[in-house]
């Protein structure tokens, strides 16, 4: 029998799955968003889990900077981008949503399957969760395949990124202290620069569909 | 076979057939308070059932036998359903006889006989409803029987009452694969009942309707029994619910003192059920009916998930 915060930590690793899913299947931006702050909530309570069960306060640290970045600043800045952008109630015309889950499915397979012996030479008491982890890296990034419009994909980065500290907390405990930070930092300032793009594409294109980028000259 | 285990049996039976128009007034009544409208009373499916009851059936004249038996076998199979299913207490007769994929049968089996009933007659809302339901219902089975697996992976058993026993008693442990197979299941019970996003009960004489388009042509005791026999599927839907992911306090084998306390935790679990319930469709939009595979199809996907991390972190 596992002990009960190692299940605690699987049923938060669980509910990032199921996130990474909904945010997949969803077509409302403002849903978008309410979806990647509650993820941001699940990776900030495994932080504190963690750093409650091995004791180590510097994941505190971590877990208070990511409470502040991905639950606070960083939805606070996408609802003030949307806004401004005039696109919150906008849909996406998603194609066959019950495909992009199948697909979805096979990705979490062969993320499982990557992860198994992965997660046999770890230690830590996360060790399972390191699959979860890596499926929903690789289904944000499908999320960021399959959008047409800018904010969805700007989100779903932010969502890898989010994943991705997910599978550093329960792979070795977290990176070094100043590895995250600095992370936290261009995750920010990434935005920020992704915010202003935006607004330059709108200008160019009158519109946030990416699919003007790809075309080279003017008709 | 003893006398305590159909004491136990008789006794979940009558409660389910007690219970179910209760459950269905619970949630009615919580729905227009959310709605900011007045309830109407707590009893309303009763007096319903009641008046139905007496008032006289009339059948169309192009009915078949099959339209006259309909009503009594959908409801036969929702209360046989309600019977396998553990409520009370986990010493049930008829539980080795029918475990979960006979529980999916018995309601595609209630489903057959109401849209073959329903193209009886040949009225076009009678049969579009008919169509619609099937749609829903090749949708949902999968769905559910999916959800029922996810349980059965842990318990090693497909038989309900292993299941409830299993989950119940041992240890407490928390199965991150039960959380995916719980939100799978939520959906399947809203799109299986006819509830908001997928259907709406409270309209009569819409497009959009799927469970009223097949009752339509019922009328007297007829549409009583249907009536009833869609409350016992609510009923059965949220007992299995709370068998698969609630089932704390349901009584041991051969305990008949704890049958009492188990009754009052059956009803606390059911109301907070209820007013979730309420909240759901106070909270969502009716979808359009091309939605509603992609729907199900997310429960049935989300099932698939549930196995798979079960798969990886089960042992």
């Known amino acids: 029998m596992t002990p009960l915060y190692s299940q605690i930590l699987n049923l938060l690793a669980a509910l990032m799955l199921i996130l990474a899913f909904a945010m997949l299947s969803q077509r409302r931006i403002l849903s978008l968003i309410h979806l990647f702050t509650l993820q941001g909530l699940t990776v900030v309570c495994a932080t504190a889990l963690v750093a409650y069960i091995t004791r180590q306060p510097e ?9 502040v970045l991905k639950v606070f600043l960083i939805p606070w800045l996408l609802h ?7 696109v919150q109630w906008d849909l996406e015309t998603l194609i066959n949503i019950p495909t992009l889950m199948l697909v979805g499915i096979v990705l979490v397979i062969i993320a499982f399957n990557l992860a198994a012996p992965i997660a046999q030479l770890a230690i830590s008491i996360a060790r399972g969760a390191l699959g979860i982890a890596l499926a929903c890296v690789l289904l944000s990034f499908m999320m960021m395949i399959t959008r047409a419009k800018a904010v969805p994909q700007v989100i779903g980065f932010l969502a890898m990124e989010n994943a991705l500290f997910f599978a550093a907390t329960s792979a070795t405990y977290g990176m070094p202290m100043m590895v995250e930070l600095g992370i936290a930092l261009d995750v920010l300032v990434g935005m920020l620069i992704l915010g202003v793009f935006l607004f330059q594409i709108r200008e160019q294109f009158d519109s946030l569909d990416i699919h003007h980028l790809e075309k080279l000259k003017e008709d | 076979m003893n006398y305590f285990g159909l004491l136990a049996q008789s006794f979940a039976v009558l409660l389910a057939l007690l219970l179910a128009p209760l459950l269905k007034g619970w949630v009615d009544l919580w729905r227009a308070w959310l709605q900011n409208r007045s309830a109407p009373s707590l009893l309303q499916p009763y007096r319903v059932l009641h008046k139905l009851f007496w008032k006289e059936s009339v059948v169309a004249d192009a009915a078949s036998p099959l339209f006259r038996l309909a ?7 929702m209360l046989l359903a309600c019977a396998i299913v553990p409520t009370l207490s986990t010493d049930l007769p008829f539980a080795p006889v029918a475990d979960a994929i006979a529980l999916a ?3 595609a089996l209630a489903r057959v006989f109401m849209s073959l009933a329903a193209m009886d007659i040949g009225t076009a809302f009678g049969s579009l409803g008919a169509r619609r339901e099937m749609l829903l219902g ?3 089975e999968p769905a559910l029987l999916m959800v029922l697996f996810n349980a059965s992976l ?3 058993s497909t038989s309900l009452a292993t299941i409830v026993e299993t989950l119940g008693h041992q240890q407490f442990a928390i199965h991150p694969s039960l959380a995916v197979a719980g939100v799978a299941f939520t ?3 809203l799109a299986e009942n006819a509830r908001i996003p997928v259907d709406n009960p409270a309209t009569h004489l819409e497009l959009t309707m799927i469970h009223e388009a097949l009752l339509l042509e019922y009328s007297g005791r007829h549409l009583a ?7 016992l599927k609510m009923f059965a839907y949220a007992c299995i619910g709370v068998a698969l992911f609630f089932p704390w306090g349901v009584a041991q084998a051969q305990s008949p003192a704890g049958m009492l306390p188990a009754l009052p935790v059956l009803l606390f679990k059911l109301a907070l059920g209820g007013v979730a319930l309420a909240l759901i469709e106070t909270f969502s939009a009716k979808m359009r009916l091309f939605r509603v595979p992609e729907f199900l199809a997310t429960a049935f996907l989300l099932a698939v998930i549930g196995l798979l991390v079960h798969a990886l972190l089960g042992s």
């Open chain 2, 71 to 77: 009503p009594y076998a959908v409801f036969g199979c």
């Open chain 1, 59 to 67: 994941l505190y640290y971590s877990a208070a900077l990511t409470l």
């Open chain 2, 105 to 107: 049968g018995l309601f």
């Open chain 2, 187 to 189: 959906l399947v019970w």
């Open chain 2, 154 to 156: 842990i318990t090693g």
């Open chain 1, 80 to 86: 003030r981008l949307i806004q401004r952008l005039r």
């Open chain 2, 225 to 231: 029994l249907m009536e009833w026999a869609a409350s």
């Open chain 2, 138 to 140: 090749f949708l949902a």
